[in-house]
């Protein structure tokens, strides 16, 4: 049976989204068993089923716009993207489309405006997290919809890693410190020398820096890395699989 997280927040009732954990699917393994990512080392007849079967269980009104995430910033229309365009956001004004993120750690983001109008995906990693692509996507989303006067964006932040599994060196506290210096807040030291990153602050962050009041801003309470039965985790397991975030406009 697929085991769906559903995002609560307050998105109009044509947005339609849905997060995968690693349950109901066919692969086995290190994959076992709903793996959607078709470039992990898995069995690409396994992906394919899978890949089917959550089509089958949502359903969904078409086959996902599966990107080719690069860890940029990237914004891609999803109208556009046919899988093999490398962009790690992607956004759609059109029903029955559906945008899509694969993530194992990484943090996925789902947005919608308030007046259901558009949808879109944001892949984020500690790299692109810090390149921009959050403010990237969002200030282009928001330009997007420059003909819905008092609509606003809302996010949905999915499952990643958490603040007490997240370890990273310096180098990469000194990243986000050199950007904004309130960063500081996200990283807990570790006796080490490493530190202990909080993807879910530093994205919040980021939103907030744009204009986007907490009372937009949703969900960051998994955690990836501490759940095996759940999550697929890159940093647990190395060679895994992936779950993936999907949003649509209904028609």
Known sequence: MIDLILPDWPAPPNVRAAFTTRSGGTST?????????????????????????????LPLPGTPKWLKQVHGTTLLNAGDADGALPGDAAYTRRPNTVCAVLTADCLPLLVADTMGTMVGVIHAGWRGLA????????????????????????VWLGPAIGPDSFEVGDEVRQIFL??????????????????????????????????????????????????????????????????????????
């Open 178 to 251: 050199q950007h904004e210096r309130k960063a500081a807040f996200a990283f807990t030291p570790r006796d080490n020398d490493k530190w202990l990153a909080n993807i879910y602050l530093l994205a919040r962050q980021r939103l907030a820096e744009i204009g986007l009041s907490q009372t937009q801003i949703y969900g960051g309470g998994e955690c990836t890395f501490s759940d095996p039965a759940r999550f697929f985790s890159y940093r647990r397991d190395g060679e895994t699989g992936r779950m993936a975030g999907l949003i649509w406009l209904a028609a």
């Open 131 to 154: 390149a921009g692509v959050i403010e990237k996507s969002i200030v282009a989303m928001r330009a997007a919809l420059n003909d819905q006067p008092g609509s606003e964006l809302l």
């Open 29 to 57: 393994g290190k994959f076992a068993s709903l793996n959607l990512g078709d470039h992990v080392g898995d069995d690409a007849v396994a992906v394919a089923q899978n890949r089917a079967l959550l089509q089958q269980h």
